[in-house]
Each structure stands twice: as structure tokens, then as C-alpha cells.
């Protein structure tokens, strides 16, 4: 078991392109969650998966937005057209299914938008 | 909503002392409640959990109790040392139907000198 792993771990890019982050899940969880972390703030949620079918998106999570999981393993979330206010941590965890969901965390992608 | 509300820090503390970091939640349903640690230069982890009212949870001498006539989950332990020095964050989790996504406070940031 080695974890939650996230890359890029850090990400610049200019305002106005895409960026693409790759999660991948302790390999028998079958739950991944998408969270942002803001300079001071706690992480806020933004997509949830159960194996490959995103089932609740946060209304933080606009339309430049997109998540997936193809088959049910590691998860990308995309960003199109960013914006400085898209600077953020963006975090990966990932949990089994079964009584209280502990959910296990990746290390991050720092993504700064110039 | 749902919402987590945590004492704001910085925290400052010498070795051996006491730690209290409070921790109060508003939460519409009957929430499971959680203490993240992140130290410095890695991801989030979990430290204790409890689930239902009178629960402690307990970790690495670490301690908190969920306390629902006072919607509260206080984070104490009675020995901080200088490796206890990080970000704590406390946590919800409400089952909407699968989604066990956390709402986060703020953070509290420890420091811990010798």
C-alpha cells in the first residue's frame, strides 16, 4: 500500500490555459473525493466518485471544471481556461466503502496561476 | 449549512504543556466528527475520529470527546512536544447518501518550542 499519490505536485501555468491533475487512489478504494485548499482555509469539497460514477458536485466546481475517473482507478480533474483565483492546493482522498468513511489523503497539487 | 468552526491560531505552546483546541460544529443531521493533522511538507492525515455522542477518540496521546449537547469536539492532549508543531483541522462527515465528503474548519496552526 502506498498511498494516495497526486502529480503534478506543483503546477505553474498562465492565466488562460488548461492544466490536467492525475490522482491515484489506494488501489482497492473504490471512493475518491476532489478537495481545495486555499492559503488559511480548510479543504473545501468539490467532486465525489464511487468507482467510476461521479455522484455529487459542489457548485464551487464551475464550468471549466471537469473530473474523471474512467475506470474506477486513478481520477483526473482539468481546469480549463484558468484564472488566478484558481490558485489553490488541490487535494486528493480516497476511502473504502463500509462503516464511517476514513478518508486518506494525497499530498497535494499546488497550482499557481500567473 | 453544515460548518465547522475551530479555534484560530496561531497557537504558540512550550514543550510539555497543555494543548486545548476547540472545536464547534452546526450540522443538520447527526454527523461523524474528525481531527486531521497536517505537518509540515505533507498531506493531510487523520489523527482521531468518533461517531457518536460520548465517543473519545484517541491518538498519539491525543484526545476528544463528542460532546452533542454542545455540538463541540475539543482537541486536547497533556504533553504537546516539538514534533507535535502543525496544522489541525477539525472535520464533519454526514452521510448524504454515499458522499462521506468532510466540511473543514479553518485550521488552528501549532507551534511547539523546547
Known amino acids: 500500500d502506498t498511498g494516495v499519490s497526486q502529480d503534478p505536485r506543483h503546477k505553474i501555468t498562465k492565466r488562460g490555459q488548461n492544466v490536467t491533475f492525475r490522482c491515484d487512489p489506494i488501489s482497492e478504494h473504490n471512493r475518491l473525493y476532489w478537495y481545495r485548499q486555499t492559503l488559511g482555509q480548510g479543504p473545501e469539497f468539490l467532486t465525489y466518485?464511487?468507482?467510476?460514477?461521479?455522484?455529487?458536485k459542489s457548485r464551487l466546481l464551475s464550468d471549466r471544471f471537469s473530473a474523471e475517473r474512467p475506470k474506477g482507478s486513478f481520477s483526473t480533474l482539468e481546469i480549463q481556461r484558468t484564472e488566478q483565483g484558481d490558485s489553490a492546493m488541490y487535494l486528493c482522498a480516497s476511502s473504502l466503502s463500509g462503516s464511517i468513511d476514513e478518508q486518506y489523503f494525497g499530498p497535494g497539487t499546488r497550482l499557481t496561476v500567473t | 449549512g453544515d460548518s465547522v468552526t475551530q479555534m484560530e491560531g496561531p497557537v504558540t505552546l512550550s514543550e510539555e504543556a497543555f494543548l486545548t483546541i476547540n472545536c464547534t460544529y452546526t450540522?443538520?443531521?447527526?454527523?461523524?466528527l474528525f481531527w486531521y493533522v497536517q505537518y509540515p511538507g505533507e498531506g493531510l492525515q487523520l489523527l482521531l475520529k468518533?461517531?457518536?455522542?460520548?465517543d473519545k477518540g484517541s491518538n498519539k496521546g491525543f484526545e476528544a470527546t463528542y460532546r452533542k449537547e454542545t455540538t463541540s469536539f475539543h482537541l486536547e492532549k497533556g504533553s504537546v512536544q516539538v514534533s507535535d508543531s502543525a496544522v489541525y483541522f477539525c472535520?464533519?462527515?454526514?452521510?448524504?447518501?454515499?458522499?462521506?465528503?468532510?466540511?473543514f474548519g479553518k485550521g488552528t496552526l501549532l507551534t511547539v518550542n523546547p
Open positions: 466518485f464511487q468507482n467510476e460514477a461521479q455522484l455529487e
Open positions: 450540522a443538520t443531521g447527526y454527523p461523524s
Open positions: 468518533a461517531t457518536k455522542a460520548d
Open positions: 472535520a464533519l462527515s454526514l452521510s448524504g447518501g454515499s458522499n462521506y465528503k468532510l466540511t
